[in-house]
């Protein structure tokens, strides 16, 4: 005797054969069949994928990450150094005042 599902198998190939005709089965097979071969290949790729270590891995377009940026008294401290101007013992004021009359001195040349 036949169970609930060959039944329902049954019923899938009659509906099949009466909407689309006997010609449009072996079409219907190859499509199904494809579908099948490019499940089972993505199943792979994600397998090996997932399989693989982090160290196995290869980095593409991989860049190096942007220098930490300065704080404002490195950057005013490089700049000063530089002009040839001294920072030791100065303020952030003093170096800015420096560094404005060098540059309107280079300037004027």
Known sequence: ???????LIIGAIA????????AKIP???????RAKGEFS?????????????PQSRTVTNFTAPPPPLKSR???LIDAARSLGISTEGK???????????KAKLLNAD
Request: proline share 2%.
């Open 41 to 53: 290949k993505a199943q792979d790729e994600f397998s090996k994928a997932a399989s693989e270590t």
């Open 1 to 7: 005797m036949l169970d609930g599902l060959e039944w």
């Open 15 to 22: 509906i099949v054969v009466i909407l689309w005709g006997p």
């Open 91 to 101: 303020t952030r004021e003093q170096i800015s005042e420096e560094i404005s009359l």
């Open 73 to 75: 008294d490195e950057v």
């Open 27 to 33: 079409e219907f097979a190859r499509a199904l069949g």
